[in-house]
């Protein structure tokens, strides 16, 4: 890690992305925080063009600022979509500051946003981590897990509603199973069979109508004899 005067409003250290500079003193919005600067490379030199590496700065469509070496501790500034601080970029003397837009307390991250084509190269395949980003991302989580649990509680109800509805049916049908029961054990239309009384008669041999069918059938004989007789 690379040292720092201590009279410097800043410092390395770890962030959510690695190491990152952070604030040590109070700083103000507008006050110019620190140089962004590497050796000068000239687009129209091939071996020059030809180099790649995370720390580019563009000044202009010819001169750019290899911001990787190890002396420059401007590189440590990480990217924010919602920065506390910006590049100020002065091509004709092919230098970079950064400064704050913001005031910034000690303890701060200081970040300043990288530009469309950087954020487009490096940052969106991989999912931008500046704290606008994961409380964005945070809050997405949080409202994706509210509507899950909605919809759980929602078939929750649905099914409960439905298991309510099945038993009072089945209720129902057993209420109605037992009635039919008990009214097919019953009396129908005040008639009673199989020598049980009839209309106020028994039948299978017993009273019918205050008679006997056996005694009946015996005067029945008794008066045929009698008939025979007198003939």
């Not at 003193?25 to 030199?45: A, E, Q, T, V």
């Not at 230098?95 to 946003?113: C, L, Q, S, T």
């Not at 190269?121 to 981590?129: D, F, N, R, V, W």
Request: charged share 40%.
């Amino acid at each position: 890690m690379p040292t720092i005067s201590s009279n410097k409003p800043y410092r390395v250290g770890r962030s959510r992305t690695g190491l990152g500079l952070f604030a040590t003193k109070p700083i103000k919005k507008g006050d110019k925080i620190i140089r962004y600067f590497g050796p000068i490379l000239d687009s129209k030199k091939k071996d020059e063009d030809e180099i790649e590496n995370k720390y580019l700065f563009e000044l202009t469509n010819r001169w750019t600022i290899d911001g990787s070496i190890r002396e420059n501790i401007a590189r440590y500034i990480n990217h924010s979509c919602r920065p506390n601080a910006e590049s100020d970029v002065r091509p004709r003397k092919r230098k970079v500051f950064i400064r704050a837009i913001k005031n910034i307390e000690p303890g701060d991250e200081i970040n300043y946003d990288y530009g469309t084509d950087y954020f487009k190269a490096y940052l969106k395949p991989i999912g931008c981590k500046c704290d606008s980003c994961e409380r964005k991302r945070k809050k997405q989580r949080a409202e994706a897990r509210a509507e899950r649990q909605r919809l759980k509680e929602k078939a929750e109800r649905k099914a409960q509603r439905k298991a309510e509805k099945l038993a009072k049916e089945r209720a129902k049908e057993r209420a109605k199973a037992r009635a039919k029961a008990k009214s097919n054990g019953a009396k129908t239309n005040g008639v009673k069979t199989n020598g049980v009384k009839a209309n106020g008669k028994m039948l299978n041999g017993k009273h019918l109508n205050g008679y006997s069918l056996t005694k009946a059938s015996g005067k029945a004989s008794k008066r045929a004899s009698a008939r025979t007789l007198h003939a």
